[in-house]
T-cell receptor, first 115, second 113 residues
Framework: EAGVVQSPRYKIIEKKQPVAFWCNPISGHNTLYWYRQNLGQGPELLIR????????DSQLPKDRFSAERLKGVDSTLKIQPAELGDSAVYLC?????????????FGPGTRLTVL | AQSVTQPDIHITVSEGASLELRCNYS??????LFWYVQSPGQGLQLLLK??????LVQGIKGFEAEFKRSQSSFNLRKPSVHWSDAAEYFC???????????FGPGTRLSVLP
């Protein structure tokens, strides 16, 4: 069974440029999460989707971050414009949701460097 | 609000020695507790989880953890550490719907030959 797929794995951009990350969750997983992990810290939730609906985006900086999950499968996280402080690893995770075990399966992440 | 603390930022042990990583949580309801491991450049991998029942849970790679409600703790243990166990370890608390999921800051484990 394929795991959570993310691309790209690495991205280097200059500040003020836009950037996008893509995630393909495990087949059949209705819940999808985007986390940001700063160096030396634990992941912090940015947004959670149940199918195509964003049910928790309270931690998403909406002035520059946006996300979508069309058709309730793949998801894209965008930053526009990027700032130096956005340098981090962006992790995507998925779970069965809906009263399941709650276990989240993580992708390898995208390491973003903003210069 | 829920929170997770991992008091030890960095631990160094010798290969073959025993290991205990500490985790304390604050959660308003019945917690679902998890330990994840993250190797350099890798995503997080689930080691074990506790939902209910036996408070001593077994996980992969020879790890175990014990849930102590009275101490709000969920410490991770391994009787004999291998060099390949060197990684970052994260404790997390959430619910069975995947909501209110909070990670601790992590403990970095180094293993001496």
């Amino acid at each position: 069974e394929a795991g959570v797929v993310q691309s790209p794995r690495y991205k280097i951009i200059e500040k003020k440029q836009p950037v996008a990350f893509w995630c393909n969750p495990i087949s059949g997983h209705n819940t999808l999460y985007w986390y940001r992990q700063n160096l030396g810290q634990g992941p912090e939730l940015l947004i959670r989707y149940e199918n195509e609906e964003a049910v928790d985006d309270s931690q998403l900086p909406k002035d520059r971050f946006s996300a979508e999950r069309l058709k309730g499968v793949d998801s894209t996280l965008k930053i526009q414009p990027a700032e130096l402080g956005d340098s981090a690893v962006y992790l995507c995770a998925s779970s069965l949701g809906g009263g399941g075990s709650g276990e989240q399966f993580f992708g390898p992440g995208t390491r973003l460097t903003v210069l | 609000a829920q929170s997770v603390t991992q008091p030890d930022i960095h631990i160094t042990v010798s290969e073959g020695a025993s290991l205990e990583l500490r985790c304390n949580y604050s959660y308003g309801a019945t917690p679902y507790l998890f330990w994840y491991v993250q190797s350099p450049g890798q995503g997080l991998q689930l080691l074990l989880k506790y939902f209910s029942g036996d408070t001593l849970v077994q996980g992969i790679k020879g790890f175990e953890a014990e849930f102590k409600r009275s101490q709000s703790s969920f410490n991770l243990r391994k009787p004999s550490v291998h060099w390949s166990d060197a990684a970052e370890y994260f404790c997390a608390v959430g619910d069975n719907y995947g909501q209110n999921f909070v990670f601790g800051p992590g403990t970095r484990l180094s293993v001496l030959p």
